[in-house]
């Protein structure tokens, strides 16, 4: 089985902080998500990275960049952290599109509270 | 653009009833349709998806069919149980571009014993 693991489960931190949080996946994918999920808005997209190194921006870049320096590992960074950025962060991953539409699998998420 | 819309929640319903989650889709071309579901506390899992017209997925006693004509994909179960209780997405992926999951918001399932 796919596993995405995300290092925490919860996390606070303070306006104005840089923030990382990390995903890794073990299953060699190449394509990897930044997803936030805010109630009555479900999962929206951040960033998304299709290869090491290369990364493009999602419905909702502003404030957030990303670090993809191997394969199994896609970072989220917070430049400056503010309250609106308080959300559960979800990150996916999948094979390429050459294998078929296959489904993402994801982590059970981060919990972010920025105070 | 592609854009997913669900029923509002949450919906309550009684052990053993029949559920059905509207969910309708915009998109250009042929998406593929998914149900992902996240129990509490939990990430999301993949519940069941279907990849062309008239294709229905199932599992764990839940279905939707795939239906192009009414740009729809809802989520059906005959029996509810207690342990169904989550909070159900309905999202689709187009076969170009980025490949990311266009998301409904979401509906609460609450099933009482």
């Known amino acids: 089985d796919v596993k995405v693991t995300q290092s925490s489960r919860y996390l606070v931190k303070r306006t104005g902080e840089k923030v990382f949080l990390e995903c890794v996946q073990d299953?060699?994918?190449?394509?990897m998500f930044w997803y936030r999920q805010d109630p009555g808005l479900g999962l929206r997209l951040i960033y998304f990275?299709?290869?090491?190194?290369?990364?493009e921006k999602g419905d909702i870049p502003e404030g957030y960049s990303v670090s993809r320096e191997k394969k199994e590992r896609f970072s989220l960074i917070l430049e400056s952290a503010s309250t609106n950025q308080t959300s559960m962060y979800l990150c996916?991953?999948?094979?390429?599109?050459?294998?078929?539409?296959?489904?993402?699998?994801f982590g059970d998420g981060t919990r972010l509270s920025i105070l | 653009g592609n854009s997913v819309t669900q029923m509002e929640g949450p919906v309550t319903l009684s052990e053993e009833a029949f559920l059905t989650i509207n969910c309708t889709y915009t998109?250009?071309?042929?998406?593929?349709l998914f149900w992902y579901v996240q129990y509490p506390g939990e990430g999301l899992q993949l519940l069941l998806k279907?990849?062309?017209?008239?294709d229905k997925g199932s599992n764990k006693g839940f279905e939707a069919t795939y239906r192009k004509e009414t740009t729809s994909f809802h989520l059906e179960k005959g029996s509810v149980q207690v342990s169904d209780s989550a909070v159900y997405f309905c999202?689709?992926?187009?076969?170009?571009?980025?490949?990311?999951?266009?998301f409904g918001s979401g509906t609460r399932l609450q099933v009482q014993p």
């Open positions: 279907a990849t062309k017209a008239d």
């Open positions: 299953m060699d994918h190449e394509n």
């Open positions: 998109a250009t071309g042929y998406p593929s």
């Open positions: 999202a689709l992926s187009d076969r170009t571009g980025r490949r990311a999951l266009t």
């Open positions: 996916a991953s999948r094979p390429p599109a050459g294998q078929g539409d296959q489904p993402q699998h």
């Open positions: 990275s299709y290869d090491v190194k290369m990364k």
